[in-house]
């Protein structure tokens, strides 16, 4: 037969099963749109950050600092301005704005921006053509929100500390910003010339200085502008460029905790301009905490070696490094979307074996006449696998169209959240690989049932009495076992080169195989059971319901495998998106006042105090703030410590800036881990009176004691603004950083650092409404410099940004919910035909429609229970893991909502098994024995 | 052209053997038109497998135009099938999403003989030839049970078969109908010089053969000549 007759007879025979084998096909669908819309997504993503990195950055390069920049930045200003090399630099920080004349105030992000800022890209404001004032005249532009929320509108007057702005345009896109920054604070875009006059930037406070160069072209290059950044390295700090190049060359650039140290200060800071360090939330955690985020600051704080290298480490970004970070994230973004698109892809495939199963035994009649009329095992084979194959095509097509409209809806939903226009395009590559996967995956998932063709024997034709689904089958079937080597190898494969790290990969892996495990053993188990527990006493239908479910050639295994695995997913991204919220809810619900103050100075505490006193308001909460570095562990100096290589110590634990509190008493969101608190004041007195150089008591957070080597009883001699302070470590703390209040590394007994320059945090109780917005207007203008922040204003905005997270949670529960419906359908089918003919069986013996009805509902509501409740107890194990060990959050098992999940799979099932058996109660039994027969 | 000795077949039912035919043995010469008849379990069908290489004997062997089945594989028989053998079977066998046309075609296509236009051709003729010829294109559930009888009649006879096996031929048939099929039968028989085997119950049909063997428990118990003088003792 040539492959034109054997295509041509393969479309033939095809003719009336297509739109079955079509529908099984579907089932493949779901997971390649995920796939295909996931990569093309990640490919318009990146590539619009490659085609957007300099305007990302605001142009070719960019020095940037926590603090200051020192003086040699100035003295590089210098030489670069008389090489006549464009260069402006932004200022950002969070400051109080105050409208006038309404006087309603709102805590907002301040950028400060030089002339000729940006190089590349432009500002967007309305109206259009304000920008080009920006630098002549005190005006502001600044986003919608604030108007809203200010109460103002354009033309009205902005105070920002002592400088008075005119309100000149609202904001649109800015390059580098992404939307949802306006979220947790609104933007405001002033001339840098007004940062004097505002006087807001004083000690201690949080800022970040950036100085933004414009390249000439000759060295735009990424190889010019990578020499060009390791010169102006090497002029800022030579000690520290050094030490960085040498790792470099050591290829190890990317080492975190290695003895000595080693970090790469450049490269490990991923600066996504999600505002996470100027967030209005994330400040009040302030102090150490926000150490702990993704986005760490411990590279640029870490200066740590006060002995040799300058208070501030200047970090210089080219536009690659930007691109590089970005890039790196959205893909991490993509491989974590990736695995959704895998289990959908999988249990597509399952989809796909248990329909071509259904399939295969309408086409055993069929199979055994050609067999009759002289086609080989090899013909029958050749003539589905090319059936199976262009179906499955179909399927993945079908499949590659639904991701491209999800990929072109999906800048709609993330569009907030990324610092880049996503400018979406078809991805060719992405769309080849999604059709390529899931037409190959049909196909290996296909072949394992169609196998069987070949032992179908062309006896079956004259022999009506066989029964065709219990087609013989041998353990020992080469070509069989070779087709399950091929399968197993498939999924490997895949799951691997989808998710790059080849340890997670085979987690994931291992992941999927346990759970599949876990419901083929139950599904086992369920046939057994149906076996043995049969009693003749229960009424007809319910004992033959059962008895369907082990009899010959039963889908009892795949139906429970589609089942339980739809609602393994379902309930596990429930529970992980309940567990995930409840946090958040404990989180913005722990503090007890409503009104933050941070940045109050030392001489700004005690006036503060009385004016809240003055009105009767109570300030539930002072934390003072006092910033050090370590200079000494146990007798050794830093320099020293980093210089050891005996001893594992994370480098930046030891480099970094502290921001630490003192206080008598532990917090509720603190454990004592190891050693005792503090003794009470009156003997630690007695104590330090009779033994005055005593080191003062101190308290570590437990993993930073661990990072830095040190175990209770050992001394830290700390640098706290030039003065050294000897402690002895007390007690290590466990901390909840989630907890919505001010958290720290290191707590010192108060006698320590009563006497040091030093910071505080106010949290008040103010009644919400006029009270509260006349106090925060009376501080902005007494102390412009302190940052006020209403609470309930927070929580709002956490609510918002948990709606949106929510939103992105339920359509990927829905998402699952969908593919598991065409694969159930699929399951369901391949026991339509010897239902049909039983069903049929029993209506020309006498049963009535509403009998056969009952045998089916018992069966499917047998599979529909053991399905949701072996889904529903693994979900609690996957959720468990995933919170315990990704999120690091407590579990707690929601039975009632999963029982409520668990119910409507159950539901779902019977409805999916009555629908795709109706034709047993529509049709008169004469007909059916036709048909069927 | 087919000749069977010693044909034994036995099944193993848990620790019963089950001896269905017990060392048959007979011959059929090119050209003939043989009947095979008997009582249902007599074991008509499982000889009618035997013969036409559907399955394997447990003992015994056959011949089928000078070839040992014995000797081949399923797929060489599968493949001999295709070149020398026909069937037709007491319910059609049609494949239900081809048509007509189609349905003759495949044993053609299958073995890849002549141009698709040829095996369009040719089966275009036998279906004319078997009266169908304004219903090539419909499916076979658009066409009665003497028409799709005769549909596979005529892919039967597509293949120039030199040997055709036919089950109950009539057996869903109504009289007149079934009087039409043997017709056909005994036409294409003398025209082609195909040589014919067919399992009946039917008496009259089987009177209307050259020759009838009756099998009891699954021996010959009568092997009878219609048209010829003389007669063999079953073997």
């Not at chain 1, 992941?511 to 076996?531: D, F, H, N, P, S």
Request: with cysteine; hydrophobic share 45%; proline share 4%.
């Amino acid at each position: 037969m040539t492959t034109a007759t054997l295509l041509r007879l393969a479309w033939r025979e095809s003719r009336t099963a297509r739109r079955r084998l079509a529908l099984y096909m579907s089932s493949i669908a779901f997971g390649v749109a995920a796939l295909v819309a996931i990569d093309s997504f990640a490919g318009n993503v990146t590539r619009s950050i490659r085609n957007q990195s300099r305007a990302l950055l605001g142009g070719d390069m960019a020095l940037q600092a926590r603090n200051a920049f020192p003086a040699v930045i100035d003295t590089i200003a210098d030489s670069l301005r008389m090489a006549n090399v464009p260069m402006a630099r932004v200022t950002t920080f969070a400051s109080m704005a105050l409208a006038e004349p309404a006087g309603t105030t709102r805590l907002a992000q301040v950028r400060a921006v030089g002339r000729g800022y940006p190089f590349y890209g432009a500002v967007e404001t309305v109206p259009a053509d304000g920008w080009a004032r920006v630098h002549d005249d005190s005006i502001a532009f600044v986003d919608a929100s604030l108007l809203v929320a200010l109460d103002t509108r354009v033309g009205d007057t902005l105070r920002l500390g002592k400088q008075r702005f005119t309100i000149a345009g609202t904001l649109g896109n800015v390059p580098g910003d992404a939307g949802i920054t306006a979220v947790i604070g609104p933007r405001i875009y002033v001339s840098e010339r007004w940062l004097p006059s505002m006087g807001l930037l004083q000690f201690g406070s949080r800022a970040e200085y950036e100085m933004v160069l414009q390249l000439p072209a000759s060295q735009q290059s990424t190889s010019s502008a990578a020499l060009v950044a390791r010169n102006l390295r090497r002029r800022i700090d030579p000690v520290a460029a050094a030490l960085q190049e040498a790792r470099e060359a050591r290829g190890d650039d990317n080492e975190r905790a290695g003895p000595g140290g080693g970090e790469a200060e450049e490269d490990t800071t991923v600066t996504l301009p999600l505002g996470v360090d100027s967030s209005a939330a994330l400040a009040t955690a302030d102090s150490s905490s926000d150490t702990r985020s993704a986005t760490t600051d411990s590279a640029s704080a870490a200066t740590g070696l006060s002995t040799r290298t300058p208070a501030t480490r200047v970090r210089v970004r080219t536009v690659a490094d930007t691109e590089e970070d970005l890039t790196e994230a959205v893909l991490r973004l993509a491989d974590f979307l990736s695995v959704i698109g895998l289990i959908a892809l999988l249990l597509g495939g399952i989809g796909v074996a248990s329909g071509v199963n259904a399939f295969v035994s309408s086409k055993i009649d069929t199979v055994a006449v050609l067999r009759c009329l002289g086609a080989t095992s090899r013909q029958v084979m050749a003539l589905y696998v090319v059936q199976a194959a262009a179906m499955g095509l179909v399927g993945a097509t079908a499949g590659a169209a639904l991701g491209v409209a999800v990929q072109f809806l999906l800048p709609k939903v993330t569009g907030e959240f990324l610092p880049v226009d996503v400018a979406i395009q078809l991805e060719p590559l992405p769309l080849l690989l999604g059709l390529g996967t899931g037409v190959w995956v049909s196909l290996v998932f296909a072949l394992r049932p169609l196998l069987a063709l070949r032992r179908v024997s062309p006896l079956q034709a004259i022999r009506r009495n066989a029964d065709p689904a219990a087609l013989p089958s041998e353990w020992r079937d080469g070509a069989r076992l070779l087709v399950d080597g091929l399968l197993v190898g498939s999924v490997v494969a895949i799951v691997l080169s989808r998710i790059g790290n080849v340890r997670e990969g085979l987690a994931t892996t291992a992941g999927i195989v346990a759970v599949v495990g876990v419901l083929w053993v139950a599904a086992t188990l369920l046939i057994a059971l149906a076996r043995r527990t049969t009693r003749p006493s229960w009424p007809f239908e319910l004992r033959q319901g059962i008895a369907n479910l082990h009899r010959p050639a039963n889908q009892t295994r795949a139906v429970t495998l589609a089942l339980g695995f739809g609602a393994f997913l379902l309930s596990t991204v429930y529970l992980v998106q309940a567990n995930l919220l409840g946090t958040v809810q404990a989180t913005t619900s722990g503090a007890a006042g409503n009104l933050l103050l941070f940045d109050v100075q030392d001489d700004q505490a005690p006036p503060l105090d009385s004016l809240f006193r003055a009105r009767g308001h109570e300030v539930v909460q002072r934390t003072p703030i006092v910033t050090m570095r370590i200079d000494a562990i146990n007798g050794r100096s830093v320099t020293e410590l980093q210089a050891d290589t005996t001893v594992r110590r994370a480098g930046w634990t030891l480099r970094r800036e502290y921001r630490s509190t003192y206080r008598d008493s532990i917090s509720a969101s603190e454990t004592l881990a190891s050693g005792e608190w503090f003794a009470p004041a009156a003997d630690r007195n007695a104590a330090r009176a009779a033994n005055p150089d005593a080191p003062f008591a101190l308290s570590l957070e437990t993993e930073l004691a661990q990072d830095l080597g040190v175990s209770v009883g050992d001394t830290i001699v700390w640098n706290v603004q030039g003065v050294p302070v000897r402690t002895v470590l007390a007690n290590t703390r466990t901390v909840n950083w989630g907890r919505f209040e001010a958290n720290f590394f290191a707590v010192f007994e108060p006698a320590a650092l009563r006497r040091a320059p030093q910071q505080f945090v106010f949290i008040a109780n103010v009644p919400a409404g006029d009270a509260l917005s006349t106090v925060q207007r009376d501080i902005v203008r007494r102390f412009p410099n302190v940052s006020s922040l209403d609470l309930t204003l927070v929580r709002q905005t956490i609510g918002n940004i948990v709606d949106r997270v929510t939103l992105a949670i339920r359509f990927l529960g829905l998402f699952s919910l969908a593919m598991g419906v065409p694969v159930l359908f699929s399951a369901v089918a391949a026991t339509r035909r010897a239902r049909l003919r039983e069903g049929v069986l029993l209506r020309t013996l006498g049963a009535s429609r509403r009998q056969v009805a009952r045998v089916l509902l018992a069966e499917y509501a047998a599979l529909g229970a053991l399905g949701a409740l072996t889904g529903m107890l693994l979900s609690f194990g996957g959720a468990w893991g995933i919170t315990t060990f990704l999120f690091d959050t407590p579990f707690d098992a929601a039975l009632g909502p999963t029982a409520i999940i668990a119910a409507g799979m159950l539901l779902l099932t019977m409805l999916i098994g009555w629908l795709t058996s109706r034709d047993v109660y529509r049709e008169t039994p004469m007909m059916a024995i036709r048909d069927a027969g | 052209m087919l000749v069977a000795r010693g044909l034994t077949k036995e099944y193993k039912s848990g620790t019963q053997h089950l001896t269905v035919l017990d060392h048959v043995s007979f011959d059929v010469p090119a050209g003939a038109f043989v009947s095979i008849v008997g009582p249902s379990g007599s074991g008509k069908t499982t000889l009618l497998g035997l013969l036409a290489g559907l399955d394997t004997p447990s003992q015994g062997s056959v011949s089928l135009d000078g070839v040992d089945l014995n000797t081949l594989d399923e797929d060489a028989r599968a493949k001999l099938r295709g070149e020398k053998v026909g069937f037709v079977f007491q319910s059609f066998q049609l494949i239900p999403t081809l048509t007509a046309l189609e349905n003759v075609q495949v044993p053609l296509e299958l073995s890849g003989t002549g141009t698709v236009r040829e095996a369009a051709t040719r089966a275009t003729d036998l279906l004319t030839r078997v009266g169908l010829g304004d219903r090539i294109h419909h499916f076979p559930q658009q066409l009665s049970g003497g028409e799709q009888q005769r549909v596979a009649l005529a892919r039967a006879f597509v293949n120039d078969p030199r040997i055709l096996f036919a089950d109950e031929p009539t057996g869903n048939l109504d009289g007149t109908t079934g009087e039409r099929i043997v017709e056909l039968l005994q036409e294409l028989n003398r025209e082609r010089g195909c040589t014919i085997v067919l399992v009946t119950h039917d008496p009259a049909l089987a009177a209307r053969t050259q020759r009838t063997i009756r099998l009891r428990d699954g021996v010959i118990v009568e092997d009878v000549f219609h048209t010829a003088t003389h007669q063999h003792a079953p073997a």
